[in-house]
């Protein structure tokens, strides 16, 4: 391990501090940069995923991909985790917390929005993200894009009826113009360049080149990216932290306990079926994460920019990455 991995959680952190010292100062003038968005998915944070996620693409044998029903274990232990337990155990422990813990320190109508939000967060699974973390647990590349591939498909059929139900509201319309731009731009961009990529090296470097030279030399460039859109998200949501900074703790404490609490389910169930650390890792990742972009995107829609569901899948965005990366080192602590 490098340097630069060994002390990921100290860069973690400076990018957090730094990200918010830089909205509070220049918030007005990285405004633009925010703004530069297609169907709610934001450009310049969407180049630095697309960053980390290559390299991970780039790894795809699609000649074995044929193969992938080896997995199906995998595979059903994530659609079960997904969409028989994640959505409803993410209001569970919302509700629990947001409105019988900390009753004395929300009122009922914040309490409200924030579990509407937590509901909204807990329905989308990870769509792009999950390539980073299977990348850094060294998971199955092939077996992380079936995966993701079949949650968006079951995205389109389960995400209305699941938050209809959870919510108790008829109005729903989602944005499928933020999905279908998120699927494009997360998956098919970065998976069409990394086949082309994938092809051309091997066959003019030579295979051996390709593993310790140039996947070597690539590990930095997603390290650097994750660091750069830490402290972007972080810049442009750094109001909305240091306004609300009580409320925030408080939401981020029932959806962090939903992270941990989905990745361990899934991971000793993986382990009970004697699923592979390969297989097992991006499993529990899917589920751990969320489709934040998603998830954003409907909360504005269904209850308005400022509301309280909106700031609830805000904070989503802000603990993803640190609670993930957490989740990642104990993968590979635990690599069998």
């Known amino acids: 391990m490098g340097k630069f991995e060994k002390y990921l959680s100290v860069w973690v952190a400076l990018a957090i501090l730094v990200g918010i010292g830089i909205g509070r100062l220049f918030g007005d003038s990285i405004q633009f940069l925010s703004d530069i ?30 193969n992938v029903t080896k997995n199906s274990k995998g595979i059903g232990l994530t659609l079960v985790i997904n969409w028989l337990v994640k959505p409803f155990t993410m209001a569970f422990f919302a ?22 939000g937590a509901i909204i967060l807990g329905a989308a699974p990870c769509t792009a993200m999950v390539f ?3 990348y850094l647990t060294k998971g199955d590349a092939n077996y992380t894009l079936v995966q993701v591939s079949l949650n968006d498909i079951i995205l389109l059929v389960l995400f209305i ?32 360049a990394g086949y082309i990529s994938n092809k051309y090296l091997i066959k003019n470097y030579g295979i051996d080149w390709f593993k310790e030279v140039f ?13 750069t859109t830490l402290v972007l998200l972080f810049a442009f949501q750094g109001d909305k932290i240091l306004n609300k900074p009580f409320d925030i703790l408080l939401i981020a404490i029932p959806l962090t306990i939903q992270t941990y609490f989905i990745f361990f389910i899934t991971w000793f169930i993986g382990r009970y079926l004697k699923l592979k650390h390969s297989v097992c890792s991006p499993s529990a990742m899917i589920g751990a994460s969320n ?5 954003v995107a409907v909360a504005i829609s269904l209850f308005g920019l400022n509301s309280g569901a909106s700031l609830a899948t805000v904070v989503g965005v802000l603990i993803e990455v640190p609670v993930m990366l957490s989740l990642v080192a104990i993968a590979n602590k635990w690599k069998y």
Do not use: C
């Open 132 to 134: 980073v973390w299977s």
């Open 161 to 192: 009826p699941i938050v209809k139900f959870l919510l108790g509201v008829t109005n729903i319309q989602i944005p499928y113009d933020t999905l279908i731009y998120s699927v494009v731009i997360f998956v098919v961009i970065p998976l069409t």
């Open 215 to 227: 996947l070597h030399r690539l590990k930095p460039v997603s390290m650097i990216a994750l660091i």
């Open 95 to 116: 509700w629990l917390f947001l409105d019988q813990i900390f009753q004395a320190y929300l009122s009922p109508e914040d309490a409200e929005q924030y579990i509407a």
């Open 37 to 66: 968005e297609v169907a709610k998915v934001n450009i310049p944070v969407a180049i630095l995923v697309w960053m980390m996620i290559y390299p991970m693409m780039v790894q795809i044998d699609f000649s074995s991909l044929k």
């Open 291 to 295: 489709f934040f972009e998603l998830a």
